[in-house]
């Protein structure tokens, strides 16, 4: 089992960046798939990115492609979502995501792959 939390979250202005952080708990986070999600008021929880366990794949949502990127150290535990060029539709509650996988470069778009999820961070985007 593997707990995840999430910190980086804040107010930033339109074309800021910020960067998120998730720290995992346990020895064993180099066994899981990565991603990064995000909820916004009133709408379904969407996927924004993903990573897989040895940083080899990546794939990210349509809508942040080009200026969102994650990233991992193993080392650390920690799985990152740098983000440029912010937007105000970027506002939401972002979560982070875990799924222990035998795959070293696979990577899951879908909610229901990841079975951990962290507390969230808010960002707000102003314009």
């Known amino acids: 089992q593997v707990q995840l939390v999430e910190s980086g979250g804040g107010l930033v202005q339109a074309g800021g960046s910020l960067r998120l952080s998730c720290a995992a708990s346990?020895?064993?986070?180099?066994?899981?798939?990565m991603g990064w999600f995000r909820q916004a008021p009133g709408r379904e929880r969407e996927f924004v990115a993903a990573i897989s366990r040895s940083s080899v794949g990546t794939y990210y949502a349509d809508l942040v492609k080009g200026r969102f990127a994650i990233s991992r150290d193993n080392a650390k535990n920690t799985v990152y979502l740098q983000m440029n060029s912010l937007k105000p539709e970027d506002t939401a509650v972002y979560y982070c995501?875990?799924?222990?996988?035998?795959?070293?470069?696979?990577?899951?778009?879908?909610?229901?792959?990841?079975?951990?999820w962290g507390q969230g961070t808010q960002v707000t985007v102003s314009s």
């Open positions: 995501a875990a799924q222990i996988t035998l795959s070293s470069g696979s990577y899951y778009s879908a909610r229901q792959s990841y079975d951990y």
């Open positions: 346990g020895r064993t986070f180099s066994s899981y798939a």
